[in-house]
């Protein structure tokens, strides 16, 4: 039996082998199918190798079915051998991708002469091998032309696949490829085992086991091989992700092999480089982008080019792809920049234009500060030369400005506020008030008075809000103004307002008094005269000479008003002329003596040597008695001192003196001071004022201080009064001094004053100068007559001498002017056309001929310069 | 006949001063103007004439410059009670004009009375 004839053992353990070896194959033809790991390729080759065997082992069964027929048998034994040698082909396919060697023509050759061989082989049977037929079936004897076939088809490519995994193994000494060292390792070792042992076991008489030998180091190898490799296997997922990426991405990836040609292209790059996928896979990169080298590295590296009239700008990066560590081929990475490019392009123009923006602005920014700078420069200058204090302070006090005057007079205040600052006590009050008003948006104005070293300063202090852009007070202003001066002109200013105004009312009255006294006299005199008659033509003791008696004395008391008003008018008697002064004081005070109350003590100071004012001595004398009556009047109840004294007074330049307004000159001072009731304050202002009086009715008419007031300004003088109540009151009187020197002449009355108006007619001057030559006769010579009055006032003179001929006026008017102005000169005129009838009868006039002789003239000045003698 | 004419115009001192002299057994006429002065002395002279200053119309220095120039033989007295200005100045400025005396109003009647009187005496 046929079925005999075929060991159980070995065919079970073919059909183990055959059963086993489908199960590998549908596993692996699964995952083949299933994933798409780049795995593939190695899965490919080793798949092949597990379907051979399968094949293999089972036509081996089919060789052993005993009812088959022996030609039968024979094809299938060479079917296998067939397979055989298949699968050293596919073996060495194996061992070189396990190796990641390139496939090359040399391969590619061997493969296609190892499936020639095949082919050969079942076609031609014993072109091979000589079939024998063995215990087991046919075998396969080798023959003379088997070797080379055998060498050619299953040991080459073997042996060449080991070397190429003995190759492959040092560069996969690293770490990371620790597995697949292992792996190379263990697959020839294996694959060496399982030959030696097919060919080792049916000579050691195991011939049946042979097969069980080198298929289970196949089941070995296939364990470990999916042991190991399988963990390197990325999962399905992420090379799923992976491939959409490089579907989707916007980036260009090419991948090409290490000599460029492109393997697979994504649709971002074929945009990129404007061409289509397929026709480009297969071509150099080089073919589009005509810098691109193969040889070189990338890294961001800018490419621009034309596409489709476009520019195009990117960035390439090659990057080498690895399988085991070995390279294979370069990924190109080409992100387009055209945008980036364009949009660094714009931002760069935006950023030179930022740039000239800036630099404008900064430009302006330095004007404007610099226009700032300046203005404050001018707001500085202008604050520090104000004649006034300015400061500011911030809404919680704080000083913040200060002008230079500010500083000067009160110290740096910056930083301090009105507690902390060093002020005077006023000046903090002050400024607090003024804040106050000023913090709610009022505006303030006041004046106040501080005292300092005993003086009185006067201020004004303004204050006004400073408001900012939303209204809100941000600052007080403050200006500090120093008034003392302004103040002091302002009390002179109403002084003399009021004395203008007293003189104005007095001048007033004087010439309404004036009128009065004239038709007063007249009336009185009618009155006077008239009871004196009566009282003359009534017997003596006839009752009613009482009556007329007693209206005499009160027409007299008129007469006196009437006198006094006169006075007062200045149209009274009054004549100017040397008044000792001291000798009027004496003279007035010894009379007051006797009349004056008991315990009144009169005191007297006046200087040694007499001193001289220009007036009038009875006058005077009226002046000094109506003062020193007033004092003692006021002395009349409790008694007390009255003080009179006179004493020179020089002030060299205007002065003021007891708030009288001196000019500058020499003075003579006299003083009156009581220690009496003293005059009331309110009465101060009045008392010179006319009808002014606070004696009773029957004690004075109130003229008394009016007339010395108005006597005194005839004079050129001055009146001022101080009085305290109750502790008295004291009169001052300033007259203009006459100088030492006119008073010289006064006092030598025997030495004679001549006024000679300087004549053209000189043999005539040296006639009149002649005339006195030796005699005592002082000259003054004058050039103009418009001196005579000023010369009279200061210089009283004799006798004056004239040439008719050389005077613009007639003579006669001439005199009668000067009569009214007071002078009380004699003259001499020489005159030709003089009728002497016309003018001799002035006793103080003489005209003579210009042809006189020089006796007469003599005898004729001489009469009028020493007429008693 | 009259020995003295008196010039005044206040009606009251004509009358006094007249009465005063006839007191004094003086007979005097009186003038209210110098224009009534001219016209009595073209009738009859007087021996002593007793002027006011201050007049209207012809005021008293008129009446002398008259005087002296018609009448040099008449004395004259100025009397004055003083005016808008000086009332001594014009009794100055009279006696510069050579008159006999000056009286300053009001008067002192006894003085004038004797003055007169003695001017009338020394006139015989």
């Known amino acids: 039996m046929i079925w005999k004839a075929m060991d159980s053992t070995f065919f079970w353990l073919t059909l183990g082998a055959f059963l086993l070896c489908l199960v590998f194959t549908l596993s692996l033809g699964i995952s083949f199918s299933s994933s798409r790991t780049f795995r593939n390729a190695l899965d490919r080759s080793f798949l092949l190798i597990i379907a051979l065997v399968t094949l293999w082992n089972f036509i081996s069964i089919l060789e052993q079915i005993p009812f088959l027929g022996m030609d039968l048998k024979l094809l299938f034994f060479r079917w296998s051998s067939s397979i055989w040698i298949f699968l050293g082909v596919a073996t060495y396919d194996f061992l ?486 001291a000798f009027t004081i004496r003279e007035t005070l010894s009379l007051l003596r006797v009349n004056s109350p008991k315990r009144v003590q009169i005191q007297t100071m006046v200087p040694p040597h007499e001193v001289y004012i220009l007036g009038d001595p009875v006058e005077l004398h009226r002046i000094i008695m109506n003062l020193c009556t007033n004092a003692l009047h006021a002395m009349r109840d409790n008694g007390g001192k009255l003080s009179v004294s006179c004493e020179e007074h020089s002030t060299p330049i205007p002065t003021t003196q007891w708030g009288l307004q001196l000019p500058a000159g020499q003075w003579i001072c006299i003083e009156i001071s009581d220690t009496g009731i003293g005059i009331p304050e309110e009465n101060l202002p009045r008392i010179f004022d006319p009808f002014f009086t606070t004696k009773k009715t029957t004690e004075g008419s109130g003229l008394g201080l009016s007339v010395v007031h108005g006597l005194l300004q005839d004079w050129g003088g001055y009146i001022a009064v101080r009085s305290r109540k109750d502790e008295g009151s004291t009169f001052r009187i300033y007259l203009p001094a006459l100088q030492r020197r006119q008073r010289a002449t006064d006092q030598q009355e025997s030495f004679a004053t001549a006024v000679l108006l300087q004549l053209r007619d000189a043999s005539l001057q040296q006639k009149i100068q002649d005339a006195f030559s030796g005699r005592s006769v002082r000259w003054m010579s004058l050039r103009s007559l418009e001196d005579i009055p000023r010369l009279w006032r200061v210089n009283p003179w004799h006798l004056a001498v004239f040439n008719q001929a050389e005077l613009d006026l007639p003579f006669e008017l001439l005199f009668q002017q000067w009569r009214s102005q007071g002078i009380q000169s004699s003259f001499v005129v020489f005159s030709e056309k003089a009728d002497p009838q016309d003018l001799n009868f002035l006793e103080q006039v003489s005209l003579l001929p210009p042809n006189t002789s020089q006796e007469e003239i003599q005898t004729t000045l001489r009469k009028f310069l020493w007429p008693t003698s | 006949m009259a020995n003295v004419l008196i010039i005044d115009d206040d009606h009251q001192m004509r009358s006094l001063l007249r009465e005063a002299f006839l007191l004094a057994g003086i007979e005097a006429e009186t003038a209210a103007d110098g224009r009534e002065a001219q016209s009595l002395l073209s009738t009859q002279s007087f021996r002593v004439v007793v002027t006011d200053i201050v007049m209207p119309d012809m005021d008293g220095f008129e009446i002398i410059f008259m005087l002296r120039q018609k009448y040099p033989q008449t004395a004259i007295v100025a009397i004055s009670g003083g005016g808008r200005i000086n009332a001594t100045d014009y009794l100055d400025s009279a006696r510069g004009f050579g008159v006999a005396a000056t009286f300053q109003k009001p008067l002192n009647r006894k003085a004038l009375i004797a003055k007169v009187q003695e001017l009338l005496d020394a006139e015989t």
Request: proline share 4%; net charge neutral; glycine share 6%.
């Open chain 1, 96 to 581: 070189r991708k396990l190796a990641s060697a390139p496939r090359t023509w040399r391969t590619d050759a061997m493969l296609v002469i190892a499936s020639l061989s095949s082919v050969w082989t079942v076609f031609f049977p014993h072109a091979i091998s000589r079939v024998s037929e063995g215990p087991f079936g046919f075998f396969a004897i080798p023959g003379a032309e088997l070797f080379p076939i055998m060498l050619a088809n299953n040991l080459a490519p073997v042996t060449w696949g080991l070397v190429l995994i003995f190759r492959r193994i040092p560069l996969a000494s690293t770490e990371e490829l620790r597995p697949l060292h292992m792996t190379l390792w263990v697959t020839p070792i294996v694959l060496v085992l399982s030959q030696l042992l097919s060919g080792a076991l049916p000579l050691l008489g195991y011939p049946e086991w042979s097969k069980l030998g080198s298929m289970g180091l196949t089941i070995l190898v296939a364990i470990y091989y999916f042991a190991t490799l399988s963990r390197e296997d990325t999962s399905i997922s992420v090379s799923q992700a992976a491939k959409s990426l490089f579907q989707e991405m916007t980036d260009g990836i090419i991948l090409t092999d290490l000599e460029g040609v492109i393997d697979q292209i994504n649709p971002a790059g074929a945009r990129l480089l404007g061409r289509s996928q397929e026709t480009m896979v297969g071509k150099t990169l080089s073919a589009f982008i005509p810098q691109f080298r193969e040889d070189q590295w990338y890294q961001d590296y800018p490419f621009h080019f034309q596409q489709a009239g476009r520019n195009v700008s990117c960035n390439l990066t090659s990057v080498l792809q690895k399988n085991k560590g070995i390279p294979y081929g370069r990924m190109l990475i080409l992100r387009d920049t055209s945008d980036l490019v364009e949009l660094r392009r714009r931002s760069q123009n935006i950023q030179e234009s930022l740039d000239q923006q800036s630099a404008e602005r900064i430009l302006a920014l330095k004007e404007a500060h610099e226009r700032i700078r300046a203005r404050e420069q001018q707001l500085q200058s202008l604050l520090d030369n104000l004649p006034f204090q300015v400061h500011l302070k911030d809404s919680r006090g704080q000083y913040i400005m200060q002008n230079r005057l500010d500083r000067e007079r009160r110290g740096n205040l910056l930083g301090f506020n009105l507690d902390s600052a060093d002020l005077p006590l006023e000046f903090k009050e002050e400024a607090q008030k003024g804040d106050a008003v000023a913090l709610k948006g009022g505006e303030y104005d006041e004046d106040f008075a501080i005292e300092e070293n005993g003086q009185q300063e006067h201020f004004r202090s303004i204050k006004r809000p400073i408001r900012g852009s939303s209204g809100e007070i941000e600052a007080i202003l403050g200006i500090l103004m120093d008034v003392t001066a302004m103040h002091r002109l302002e009390q002179e200013r109403m002084e003399f307002k009021e004395r203008l105004l007293r003189s104005h009312k007095m001048e007033a009255i004087g010439t309404l008094a004036g009128g009065i006294a004239h038709d007063f006299n007249n009336i009185l005199g009618a009155l006077t005269g008239y009871c004196e008659l009566a009282a003359e033509t009534l017997p003596a003791e006839a009752p009613a000479q009482k009556y007329l008696k007693e209206s005499l004395i009160a027409a007299e008391r008129g007469r006196q008003l009437v006198q006094q008003i006169l006075t007062f008018s200045r149209q009274g008697e009054k004549t100017s002329k040397p008044v000792a002064v």
